[in-house]
């Protein structure tokens, strides 16, 4: 079973995955962690793909499969991020990966501004805060090891809507693809997490899983 979370920046994708990776046992794989990673390993490829991060566009295609390819064999995962656009799907089912479901998170612009411009992140642990919903003890301070929290680029309001238009642009194409697939479930996450789990909760495919 291969489970695809989509949905634009600060949407809540990697809150959901860790949900369904938890409920059903099964890998959560994410664009997005793979990609720090390489960049805090000083890997070749996460070097190059910094450069696109920090614009607030999309690393190409070549960078993110040449990551992922090796992580996609594992049987029952969820894709976090990956794939994003048409020609990434492509490369999907050239490998004869299947993806069973697709879950589309629905948030609205303001809503994820205020969600990922608030994040702040431990440079020590890597830990995450948010100035609003969960702030650390002491301002700037992280909470286990002390260390400095920082806001980065691709966090800034700025940075933020230029991610938003990307994701317009190219992303939100494979919504009519899945769903002329009859694969595509859409999901309101404007909430908190408990209630978009409660709404992930009560789809059929989810309760023959055994979610709950």
């Known amino acids: ?32 962690d ?12 996460g070097m190059k793909a910094k450069a696109f991060m920090e614009k607030g566009v999309l690393v190409p295609d070549e960078i993110i499969i040449e990551l992922m390819k090796e992580k996609l064999n594992t049987d029952d995962s969820i894709l976090d991020g990956f794939p994003r656009n048409l020609a990434q799907v492509k490369k999907l089912e050239d490998a004869n990966i299947q993806i069973d479901i697709v879950l589309n998170l629905q948030v609205n612009e303001e809503t994820i501004i205020s969600r990922i411009s ?4 431990c440079e020590k642990c890597g830990k995450i805060y948010h100035l609003k919903n969960m702030p ?26 230029e991610r938003l238009n990307t994701y317009k642009q190219q992303t939100e194409g494979l919504v009519n693809y899945y769903n002329d697939k009859g694969i595509l479930k859409n999901i309101d996450a404007g909430g908190n997490k408990e209630t978009t789990y409660d709404k992930m909760a009560g789809l059929e495919w989810l309760k023959k899983k055994k979610y709950r």
């Not at 291969?2 to 664009?31: D, R, Y």
């Not at 608030?118 to 992140?121: A, C, F, K, N």
């Open 118 to 121: 608030g994040r702040r992140i």
């Open 136 to 161: 650390s003890k002491k301002e700037g301070i992280c909470d286990i090891c002390g260390g400095n929290l920082y806001q980065r680029k691709d966090d800034e309001p700025q940075t933020i809507r």
């Open 1 to 32: 079973m291969k489970i695809l979370i989509m949905g634009p920046p600060g949407a809540g994708k990697g809150t959901i995955a860790e949900m369904l990776k938890e409920n059903l046992g099964v890998v959560h794989l994410s664009s997005g």
């Open 34 to 45: 793979i990609l720090r990673d390489a960049i805090k390993e000083n890997n070749p490829l």
